[in-house]
């Protein structure tokens, strides 16, 4: 029996942290991006099945398998990315780490003992279009986050996420002050900063003009400086 | 015999305008810098917390822009938490008062003023600028940057005073002092001006700016400030009060080598009949700080100060919150409104500075001053509920209670610093203006919790019978010294009835 025993990765890093984790990257030859890729796809065995949904997916998409997923990369210069997932049939009790699988159109977890699957797991996972869940399993963010939701072979087919900022529903989707609602995953939203504003909640506005500030200001500093020393200290003993 | 007009300008060079607008300034950019700090107050509370949902609803992704910064769970302590940064301020800034005065006196003044500016402009930037940049947040190490800061900040206080004493003498100090101290607040309307129009940016911003501004104010104070007129070879301020002379040498447009000399000739002249009572070494020996606190004047106006200052504090820290508490007046409204106080204090520390050097006698003028202080604040405790009249009667509490603790910060402690008991050693002045502010700011930091602490138990009423307590606290500590001069002025008065 396997499970996603992996620690339940929050993209919570501080500032210094994400620095740090870059350099780490460049430094080790992008193996870790291409392991923890893999990590997702071999959650269990085999390939994924021609027949299945994520098969068909996958070769109509033309994307690469590798292990349980589909792999495409949108121009060469771009790295792979997983389009599809199918990770049905895999014995899975608990489902907690998919975020390598972040940007997948499809992902299938049919035909698994899944008791419950937390919300926060999709967290993130906006472009998700398709997603096939054990039937006991409602979708996440709750039906009214999908535009179609249905029972098709014994298995729960969460088909067309909704955008949730422009539903009017029994959340309050206002955003604070300065920022701008987006689509985040199935029943979640975004809050990113309007054009013009950036940095924490959305703060501060436009870039300041450090030469039109600080030329003047130095300029006039240097010019007083000299006209009083030269009126007034020029000429001082010391006491 | 009151000095005429001319005669009274006439006494001043190019030199003194300099100083004077030097010495301003150097204390309006400090003021301005304090102020920022409490106008950006809201956004750095903003970037310490995280941001509140209200209910169950989920909290705002992304996390890194809504949720990471959990120095504080939410605003309100945050905002305790800025408080107490404030009383840490201050008596930071008192210790620092009694000692930099001491050093003022000793290290050459123009070092110690730039050392204050430029050495808390570092420190601000490095408490609003660089924390920020890096994403430092940590209580520790931000208390411990303030302590750093009142430290640094005290240094510039009695040294501008000991400057401003230095050059002006004490025939029209009260006047010019009172003219001069109203410095803090104009840089209280610069360090408001500067933080609104540099907030959108971002506080870290702010405090660039207003940092960068006061360090190139401490490089410009640097190479032209003259700490004393024997600098450039003119004569020092007299100590006593008497009729003012006509210096010649401020008709002459332009200095040039042979003017000086001649000056110095003056100077000389002028000089030989005021240290023939004194050795020479002795002039520059600097006075101790036990010897300062025990000069005449120093103590009584010292605790009069703490007194009045801890009342005037009181009113700038807590006014625009009484008034939308009490009045239920909106915060911008209130700010705006509690702008009086400080016009009225420009005002009051002036005209009465004027009075003062007129009379020859400050302590009558104080006296009277603050006995129409405690009239005023019973008036005010009970002002209704009308934004003009209010203005009106916190105007006059301003001229009252503003006016008398300008004089005592600026003109009186300059007088105490250069008094006739000082012949022997002349290097009193930062010392003393340390130990008057110094004491004063123990006095406004106390009255920080005393006020909050009251007003919560007691409320508002009592908060004002307080004050009123306090300023009658400050009458009964220069009573003593008002006996003295009503005295002199009586035993004048007869010896001059005799004459005739």
């Not at chain 1, 500030?213 to 006039?220: D, E, I, N, Q």
Request: hydrophobic share 40%.
């Amino acid at each position: 029996m396997t499970s996603i025993d992996k620690k339940k990765m929050i993209a919570v890093y501080s500032w210094k942290e994400s620095v740090a984790l870059i350099l780490l990257f460049n430094i080790s030859f992008n193996a870790s991006d291409r392991l923890s890729g893999l990590q997702v796809c071999s959650l269990c065995g085999g390939k994924v099945p021609n027949g299945t949904a994520a098969g068909r997916f996958c070769s109509q998409s033309a994307g690469r398998i590798d292990g349980r997923c589909c792999l495409r990369n949108d121009s060469t210069s771009d790295p792979e990315r997983i389009i599809g997932l199918d990770l049905s049939n895999c014995s899975l009790t608990r489902v907690e780490n998919l975020q390598d699988a972040s940007e997948a159109l499809m992902i299938d977890l049919s035909l698994n003992p899944i008791v419950n699957i937390s919300d926060d797991v999709f967290q993130g996972f906006f472009d998700l279009k398709c997603l096939i869940l054990p039937k006991d399993i409602v979708c996440p963010g709750g039906n009214s986050s999908w535009q179609k939701v249905e029972i098709q072979k014994g298995n729960r087919l969460c088909e067309g996420q909704k955008n949730m900022c422009n539903q009017t529903g029994q959340m309050s989707l206002n955003c604070p002050e300065n920022s701008l609602c987006a689509p985040y995953g199935p029943g979640f939203y975004e809050c990113s900063c309007a054009e013009n504003y950036h940095g924490y909640k959305c703060l501060r506005e436009g870039t300041f003009p450090v030469l039109q500030v600080f030329g003047p200001l130095a300029l006039s500093a240097v010019v007083i400086t000299f006209l009083l020393w030269v009126t007034q200290r020029r000429k001082a003993k010391s006491l | 015999m009151p000095p005429s007009c001319c005669g009274y300008l006439s006494q001043f060079t190019h030199h003194h305008l300099v100083v004077f607008l030097l010495t301003f300034f150097s204390y309006v950019l400090l003021h301005a810098s304090r102020k920022t700090f409490s106008n950006v107050k809201v956004s750095i509370s903003a970037q310490w917390t995280p941001s509140v949902q209200n209910d169950s609803a989920p909290p705002f992704s992304p996390g890194e822009t809504w949720q990471d910064n959990r120095l504080f769970a939410d605003e309100e302590e945050a905002t305790l938490f800025l408080g107490a940064l404030d009383s840490i301020f201050l008596f930071s800034y008192a210790v620092g008062l009694y000692l930099s005065g001491v050093i003022g006196d000793r290290v050459n003044l123009r070092y110690v003023l730039c050392f204050g500016l430029c050495g808390s402009a570092v420190v601000e930037f490095l408490f609003g600028t660089l924390t920020e940049w890096l994403h430092i947040y940590n209580i520790y190490l931000y208390c411990g940057l303030w302590v750093l800061n009142g430290l640094l900040q005290s240094a510039v206080w009695p040294c501008v005073v000991a400057v401003m004493g230095n050059w002006f003498g004490k025939a029209g100090r009260g006047f010019v002092f009172g003219l001069w101290s109203a410095c803090a607040s104009v840089g209280n309307i610069l360090g408001a001006f500067l933080a609104s129009s540099v907030l959108k940016y971002g506080y870290e911003y702010a405090f660039l700016v207003t940092s960068v501004v006061q360090f190139a104010g401490g490089v410009v104070v640097f190479f032209g400030l003259l700490t004393s007129p024997k600098e450039v070879g003119l004569r020092e301020s007299e100590t006593g009060l008497g009729p003012v002379e006509t210096d010649s040498d401020s008709h002459r447009p332009l200095m040039s080598d042979e003017e000086e000399e001649e000056e110095e000739e003056e100077v000389e002249v002028h000089a030989k009949p005021c240290q023939s009572v004194q050795q020479p070494d002795e002039s520059q020996r600097a006075i101790s700080f036990f010897q300062a606190f025990c000069l005449p004047g120093v103590l009584p106006y010292s605790l009069a100060y703490a007194c009045l200052k801890l009342v005037n504090y009181s009113f700038f820290f807590w006014l625009p919150f009484y008034l939308s508490n009490n009045y239920g007046w909106k915060e911008a409204e209130a700010d705006r409104l509690s702008v009086w106080y400080d016009v009225g204090g420009i005002i009051g520390g002036t005209v009465q500075g004027l009075i003062s050097d007129f009379m020859g006698k400050r302590a009558p003028v104080l006296a009277f001053s603050l006995a129409m202080a405690m009239g005023a604040l019973v008036g005010y405790s009970r002002s209704p509920n009308d934004q003009v009249i209010n203005a009106v009667i916190l105007a006059a509490t301003g001229f009252f209670i503003g006016g008398p603790s300008n004089m005592i910060s600026s003109a009186i402690s300059a007088d105490l610093g250069r008094q006739d008991a000082l012949r022997g050693s002349q290097e009193a002045l930062a010392t003393v203006t340390g130990i008057v502010d110094g004491t004063g700011s123990i006095g406004a930091a106390a009255g920080q919790y005393l006020v909050s602490l009251i007003e919560s138990k007691l409320g508002w009423m009592s908060v004002f019978y307080f004050f009123i307590a306090m300023t009658g606290g400050s009458i009964l500590f220069i009573t003593p010294l008002l006996w003295r001069e009503l005295q002199a002025m009586w035993r004048d008065r007869r010896a001059l009835r005799r004459q005739l």
